[in-house]
Structure formats: structure tokens, C-alpha cells
């Protein structure tokens, strides 16, 4: 499914192999930290993630992607909350 250039998938695509591998491990089960109680994404283990990256990355940029991630995660989930233009699914 396409949803055109407002599309938060493409919008928000990587475009540095720090990116993409922040990515793909922050999407991996077990590196999203989730509320006991209402099973929601409170973050990401940023411990866990640097230690799932298995590219040559540069460590500083690495660890901006991964926030930037844990950032988009959060404010997505609460724009979905609310019902908001860039809600997330």
C-alpha cells in the first residue's frame, strides 16, 4: 500500500547506513521498551540496540538515528492517540 509523498514511510526513509541500521534494529522485537500495563512503546533499550548492530557505523551518527527513532516512535504513537495528520498505525 502507497499513500503517495505524504507517506510517513518515505518521508522519513533513511539515507545513511547509520539510519538504516538503526532502523532495522530498533524495529526488532525486544529493543522497543513497552509499558507493563498498557503494552505501549515507551522507547527504545539504546543499550540493546547499539549492542544488535552488526554494520561498520559511525558511532556518533548512530546514536542520533537511534534517537531520532525513539523521537518519531513516541510522538508518532501519540499523534495516533490523538488522531493527529501524521498518526501512526
Do not use: W, Y
Request: aromatic share 2%.
Amino acid at each position: 500500500m502507497t499513500c503517495g509523498k505524504a507517506c510517513p514511510v518515505e518521508k522519513h526513509k533513511p539515507n545513511t547506513r547509520e539510519g538504516r541500521a538503526a532502523v532495522r534494529v530498533a524495529s526488532q522485537p525486544g529493543v522497543q521498551r513497552i509499558h507493563a500495563f498498557s503494552g505501549e512503546p515507551v522507547g527504545i533499550d539504546i543499550t540493546e540496540a547499539k549492542a544488535r548492530i552488526v554494520e561498520d557505523a559511525d558511532p556518533k551518527l548512530l546514536m542520533k538515528c537511534l534517537t531520532e527513532f525513539e523521537r518519531g516512535l513516541l510522538t508518532g504513537r501519540a499523534a495516533a492517540k490523538e488522531g493527529g495528520p501524521e498518526h501512526g498505525t
